[in-house]
Nanobody
Framework: QVQLVESGGGLVQAGGSLRLSCAAS????????MGWFRQAPGKEREFVAAISWSGGNTYYAESVKGRFTISRDNAKNTVHLQMNSLKPEDTAVYYC?????????????????WGQGTQVTVSS
């Protein structure tokens, strides 16, 4: 079992930055692929980024590549999403998730554990 709690969301102007954090409980955190997803009103939940259990492999959606960076600290049971050059279309609720599947897994149905989400709003 893994419990996930996100933090760090907020309101930011276009071009600004935010850093999301996800704190995980459970002794097996380091064995999970960790991902970030987002869901805007009226839209399906979409993949943003994922990182392998070791941190050695990362994957990004094309829409955030070059602007967002995912990282993890297994000693502290945390995963982060650094978001730079934010755009209004990045506005969504952002969710942290965990899966036993490889880091290239982008389908949200393959993720077993989810946080409650944190709102990110980017104003133009």
């Amino acid at each position: 079992q893994v419990q996930l709690v996100e933090s760090g969301g907020g309101l930011v102007q276009a071009g600004g930055s935010l850093r999301l954090s996800c704190a995980a409980s459970g002794r097996t955190f380091s064995s999970y692929t960790m991902g970030w997803f987002r869901q805007a009103p009226g839209k399906e939940r979409e993949f943003v980024a994922a990182i392998s259990w070791s941190g050695g492999n990362t994957y990004y959606a094309e829409s955030v590549k070059g602007r967002f960076t995912i990282s993890r600290d297994n000693a502290k049971n945390t995963v982060h999403l650094q978001m730079n050059s934010l755009k209004p279309e990045d506005t969504a609720v952002y969710y942290c998730a965990a899966t036993g599947k490889p880091a290239r897994t982008t389908n949200p149905t393959r993720y077993n554990y989810w946080g409650q989400g944190t709102q990110v709003t980017v104003s133009s």
